[in-house]
């Protein structure tokens, strides 16, 4: 079982990125893949989450960033838009297996990418 986590880096503030993350087919199988972020000094924390009909967002990304996934090639996605500072932090995808919003939910992680917004 592997994610693999791509993507990040130096953006200012109010650029874009996309990060993926491919899996391999046992873990995409499960159907609920999540994105958690850990800035320096602070937990990880829910970001977006995704099953195979619904999606799920942190009220301090809801409206610009959106999680989707290609089945087909056993892949999610996070598009970042309008990037703040505070955005700044390792992001990690992983499968879900509880709950949505906790870190406990979710038992295999990728290794994280890092997205650095500028102001």
């Known amino acids: 079982v592997q994610l693999q986590a791509s993507g990040g880096g130096l953006v200012q503030a109010g650029g874009f990125l996309r990060l993926s993350c491919a899996a391999s087919?046992?873990?995409?199988?499960?159907?609920?893949m999540g994105w958690f972020r850990q800035a320096p000094g602070k937990e990880r924390e829910f970001v977006a989450a995704?099953?195979?009909?619904?999606?799920y967002y942190a009220d301090s990304v809801k409206g610009r960033f959106t999680i989707s996934r290609d089945n087909a090639k056993n892949t999610v996605y996070l598009q970042m838009n309008s990037l703040k500072p505070e955005d700044t932090a390792v992001y990690y995808c992983?499968?879900?297996?509880?709950?949505?919003?906790?870190?406990?939910?979710?038992?295999?992680w990728g290794q994280g990418t890092l997205v650095t917004v500028s102001s």
């Open positions: 992983a499968r879900g297996r509880g709950n949505l919003y906790d870190p406990k939910g979710y038992d295999y």
């Open positions: 087919g046992r873990t995409f199988s499960s159907g609920v």
């Open positions: 995704i099953t195979w009909s619904s999606t």
